[in-house]
DNA sequence: TTAGGGTTAG
């Protein structure tokens, strides 16, 4: 008879093999809680020492956004090796700490660590700017750091990421590196396809002595980019085996080109999805206007025990502001708070612009004053939403606390001051700020602050400013300028300027069925009603009019609701009519004249 | 190390 098994001791090995298993993956540990337990468990039994134990701590740590811990459990390291100093600077690159990074690869040198590849690869992804790249570049020339292609091609790469100089620069570099790899010619590759220089890029994969699936994916990129979706699909179908990437950059071309059933067919044809394929279809039905699809994937991807990094919560919640779907966006944010996942200002920001795009000026409002660090994008999304809902006063206020907490201004934030002042008809506080941008600032007015400027003039009635500023600007007006222009000549009856604006925006935007109505509009103000046939004949003559309708659309209980004009199709119309009959009743008894398109 | 999804401006 066999003897039955011990009890105790395989508990107690079972309990020491978890403890081995959880610290091998400790570095992915999301969960909050049971990383303090571990830290604790570490620390306990002396391991927070240990040469492999430590960098996993802090890589951790750094993923749920604990700096503090993690410098701290970096600080009682006696002795910090390359490795451990190497996860410290990229736990700050991935906390968006460039700086930080910075400052601990001094500390690192001083110390008398010597960098290696890894050093240089989280510095270079740290840097933002050209300058910063040109300091790492110098550097490891200096140190002689070419005994292999490593560095070089994380160069190449850092390089394609800084507009077309970069590009220049990495050219340059590609150009006098004796030896290449795959990784040097897909890193070129796929900085070419980034700066829209597809002809280059193919001209590279053709000639590249061997290709790999990343080759093949940055190529497709590029014609996906370019929009030409029919080469994409060949080369979609040629490529010798696909992965998830693949499938994704045809999914999000098809999504981006407009025809998303067939973006979605892929999708629901693909094999294995990822975080990526789910985030591309559901902004991609959101960005459409689709909400229901939308929500219903969301859950669907919920379901799937998927968790959505950072670039999923953003990615998804500017669609669902651009299209005005507080519901999905509302999900998105009850799913963040659900779990213990600390948002990054990324994120807060996003939160912010959605609800305030989304109408929701409170649930902003309040968001944007829990951001514990706030950057300079939090503050010109909140001073953006208060002045897109009329708030110009408390826009500029919080303009003022802005730059009193030490914040300086840059053009974003000029086009919501000054759209501020446009909304609330702060003319002359308009004025002082557009002058101080270049006097105070040094920043150079664009063509949008230009059109602010003009809009608050035309709004304000100054109509003769609005043009002398419109030809003193050294740009050309655009089609946003003059309908704005058109739209203060309805506002204060001015007919014969109105007929020069109209005559420019036809020109640039001969199509639009708008320009011609808000014409006729303006002729039936002064009751001129041969006028307003002549404009409607112009319009046929020229097309105008079978420019697309607009479509309003209101999302009610995970529904929506589209109405054209004139539109009875909707199965509740007689009562939606009633109640837009007894709004304008409504209006004119406390005289408001309605606008009225004829 | 390379590829796919990204926050503020009409």
């Known amino acids: 008879m066999q003897m039955p098994a011990p009890i105790r001791a395989p508990t107690f090995l079972s309990r020491r093999r978890l403890f081995e298993q959880k610290l091998s993956d400790l570095h992915k540990c999301t969960d909050l809680n049971q990383l303090k337990q571990l830290h604790a468990l570490i620390y306990k039994s002396n391991l927070h020492n240990h040469p492999f134990v430590a960098p996993k701590l802090v890589s951790a740590l750094s993923l749920c956004r604990q700096m503090a811990l993690a410098v701290n459990v970096f600080d009682q390291v006696e002795e910090p090796n390359s490795h451990l100093w190497n996860t410290l600077i990229k736990a700050y690159v991935q906390n968006s700490r460039p700086d930080k990074a910075f400052e601990v690869f ?69 150009g006098v590196m004796s030896e290449r790899d795959l990784v040097t010619y897909n890193s070129m590759i796929s900085g070419l396809v980034k700066a829209g220089e597809l002809k280059e890029a193919r001209k590279l994969f053709d000639e590249m002595p061997e290709r790999d699936r990343v080759s093949w994916n940055a190529i497709l990129d590029g014609y996906v980019k370019a929009g030409e979706m029919r080469t994409a699909y060949q080369i979609f179908e040629k490529m010798p085996s696909r992965d998830v990437v693949s499938w994704s950059t045809v999914i999000s071309g098809y999504a981006k080109a407009g025809d998303i059933d ?59 502001a651009e299209s005005g779907l507080l519901g999905l966006g509302k999900k998105v944010h009850q799913s963040i708070t659900k779990t213990s996942y600390k948002c990054s200002t990324l994120v807060n920001n996003a939160l912010v612009d959605m609800y305030c795009k989304c109408g929701s000026l409170n649930r902003a409002w309040s968001i944007f004053n829990s951001i514990e660090r706030k950057d300079l994008i939090s503050w010109n999304a909140m001073i953006h939403g208060l002045a897109m809902h009329g708030h110009g006063k408390n826009a500029l206020q919080l303009f003022d606390r802005m730059k009193r907490e030490g914040f300086e201004p840059d053009k974003v934030t000029f086009v919501a001051v000054l759209s501020a002042c446009s909304h609330s008809g702060l003319v002359k506080d308009g004025i002082h700020h557009f002058y101080s941008m270049e006097s105070d600032y040094e920043i150079a007015p664009e063509i949008e602050h230009y059109g602010c400027m003009i809009d608050l003039l035309g709004r304000g009635g100054c109509l003769n400013e609005a043009f002398g500023l419109l030809h003193s600007m050294p740009f050309e007006p655009n089609v946003v300028i003059w309908s704005s222009l058109l739209g203060a000549c309805r506002m204060h009856n001015a007919v014969e300027l109105a007929n020069e604006v109209l005559d420019q925006l036809v020109k640039l935007d001969p199509e639009n069925a708008r320009n011609y109505s808000m014409m006729s509009n303006i002729h039936a103000n002064a009751g001129d009603w041969g006028s307003v046939a002549s404009v409607r004949s112009r319009m046929k003559e020229t ?56």
């Open 262 to 320: 067939m973006a979605k067919v892929l999708f629901d044809s693909m094999p294995a999805k990822n975080l990526v394929t789910w985030t591309i279809m559901i902004s991609s039905y959101a960005e459409k206007g689709n909400g229901k699809e939308a929500v219903g994937l969301y859950h669907r991807m919920e379901g799937e025990k998927l968790r959505p990094d950072d670039t999923s919560f953003v990615s998804i919640l500017s669609a669902s």
């Open 543 to 598: 097309g105008g009019e079978r420019a697309n309708k607009g479509v309003s659309s209101i999302e009610l209980h995970d529904e929506f609701h589209e109405f054209t004009v004139m539109d009875t199709t909707h199965p509740k119309s007689d009562s939606i009519y009633e109640t837009v009959d007894g709004l304008s009743q409504h209006l004119r008894k406390i005289a408001c004249v309605p606008n009225v398109v004829v």
């Open 106 to 174: 001094c500390e690192m040198r001083c110390s008398g660590v010597s960098p290696d590849n890894y050093t240089y690869l989280f510095l270079l992804k740290a840097c933002s700017g050209l300058k910063s790249i040109k300091m790492i570049h110098a550097h490891v020339e200096k140190c002689n750091f070419y005994s292999d292609l490593f560095v070089p091609n994380s160069l190449i790469d850092a390089y394609s990421k800084c507009g077309l100089t970069g590009l220049e620069e990495s050219k340059t570099l590609f």
